[in-house]
């Protein structure tokens, strides 16, 4: 493995062109015993090559800087002295620029390049990991960001309090990332569980993002996780997110079979097509940061006529638990920072199958309701094509739902009421019916609040029922 840029090299490549931007913190006073805490004979020899080597009085670097447009204070880990590790001055420096952090209102972004703990202080360096968690902690309560850089290597509990406990981790190619480093793992376990691309595939960090493009991407981020708080241009619904313009172009269907091929139909507009036209740009999230990703839960933050807003959206399947586990994430994030959430429903319900249970469907369905009841951020949510049963109805915003033509929402697939029923197979169309799953049953229901015209409709969706039938 070679040894990583150094911490003002990794600075310089964040904040690019702006590099006269940072000023760094001075680092705290603090008397340091002879050979540190526990009289570790020649531990302070071992400090001063570690000086002389990399020009750096500790294995952090802390100070504030412009990454595009957003000022933020930046921890860069220099991994030469000492592997990075975390001792009581480490812990200083980290929780000053943490405290700097809050007095300034400014977010954290932390370039994490780390052993662990350093093993000549012992137990009084192992608790800098309590420190530094509460302040990770007190950071968060006062709703900043925290964005971490996971570069090569990230172990140890640098790891599991920087990175793996940031809002949005990136992580460069390749990096070794893990709580255990690599002289002390099994001598059988998989070297590539311990990659960033395997920690990608396993939903613990967000996305894996090459050095040449970091500062482009860093930028982008801290100005989405920056930018709420603020109402759209029209005010629309007090700073709610207005709903999407329907996209399929068809009007509400007649019956409710018709409704339900037409949610059903593969020519019918996706998730993604509904993001695209919505947004100007968006960043998305990753993984419900308990072993598992879903594809077909499209989370993150886009920008939209200036103003950042945050999404949860259903592709078409049938949703797994870590789908539901990475919506309720990415609604808590967008509470803490004060940012307005748009959800898209389509699913035809939530999986089902033994896998599903095992990884605690109903948990995570129920963790989903949670987040959406209680956020303090306004919810908007757009039925787009299938509504399934409760796997649908957990990403829905109570009195703040809306609905395209081209979609149905429904206690139950009518197939399977008709089965429940005890009925003929050849009644499923009349069950449809009976259920009142049309967009526009929904509205007389008091389910939805309104069907959304197209784009080239009125300029906003309100209560009016366009093409009611």
């Not at 370039?111 to 662990?116: D, P, Q, Y």
Request: some cysteine; charged content about 20%.
């Amino acid at each position: 493995m070679a040894e990583p840029r150094g911490a003002r090299a990794a600075i310089a490549a964040l904040v690019g062109a702006d590099a006269g931007s940072f000023t760094e913190l001075p680092p705290p006073e603090g008397a340091f015993p002879p050979d540190g805490p526990l009289g570790w004979e020649g531990y302070d020899a071992a400090r001063a090559r570690a000086a002389e080597r990399t020009g750096e009085g500790e294995s952090v670097v802390c100070g504030t800087g412009r990454i595009g447009a957003t000022e933020a204070v930046v921890i860069s880990f220099e991994f030469g002295f000492l592997g990075g590790s975390l001792g009581e001055r480490t812990g200083d420096r980290l929780e000053a620029a943490y405290r700097h952090a809050r007095e300034r209102r400014l977010p954290v972004v932390s370039l994490i390049a780390t052993g662990g703990s350093r093993m000549q202080e012992g137990m009084r360096a192992l608790l800098q990991l309590q420190r530094v968690a509460r302040h990770c902690a007190l950071t968060r309560a006062a709703g900043l960001a925290q964005l971490a850089v996971v570069r090569d290597p990230t172990t140890g509990g640098g790891w599991a309090t920087l990175g793996a406990g940031a809002d949005v981790v990136l992580a460069l190619p390749g990096a070794q990332i893990g709580f255990a480093g690599s002289r002390v793992r099994p001598a059988d376990a998989d070297p590539y569980a311990y990659t960033a691309e395997a920690q990608l595939a396993a939903g613990q960090i967000d996305a894996v993002v090459d050095e040449n493009g970091l500062g482009a991407a860093v930028g982008r981020w801290l100005a989405l996780l920056t930018g709420g708080g603020a109402e759209t241009a029209d005010g629309w619904a007090a700073g709610a997110a207005p709903p999407p313009a329907a996209l399929g172009g068809a009007p509400p269907a007649a019956t409710g079979w018709d409704a339900v091929l037409a949610a059903r139909s593969p020519e019918r507009p996706r998730a993604v097509a509904y993001l695209d036209a919505y947004f100007d740009h968006r960043e998305e999230i990753s993984g419900d940061r308990c072993g598992g990703t879903d594809p077909g839960m499209l989370c993150g933050f886009g920008r939209r006529e200036g103003r950042t807003v945050a999404y949860a959206a259903q592709c078409g399947t049938a949703t797994l638990p870590a789908g539901y586990r990475t919506a309720a994430r990415l609604i808590r994030l967008a509470e803490r920072l004060d940012v307005p959430v748009l959800t898209l429903v389509d699913t035809p319900g939530a999986a089902n199958d033994a896998r599903a249970e095992r990884t605690g469907a109903g948990a995570a369905i129920a963790d989903l309701f949670a987040a959406v009841a209680t956020a303090r951020v306004p919810v908007t949510t757009l039925l787009i094509g299938e509504g399934g049963s409760g796997g649908a109805l957990a990403l829905s915003a109570p009195d703040n739902t809306w609905a395209t033509p081209d979609s149905y929402f429904s206690v139950i697939a009518p197939e399977l009421a008709t089965a429940i029923l005890k009925r003929d197979p050849g009644r499923i169309r009349a069950t449809a019916d009976q259920l009142r799953l049309r967009p526009q049953d929904l509205v007389s229901l008091g389910v939805v609040r309104g069907i959304v015209p197209g784009r080239n409709g009125q300029d906003r969706a309100d209560d009016r029922v366009p093409g009611a039938g």
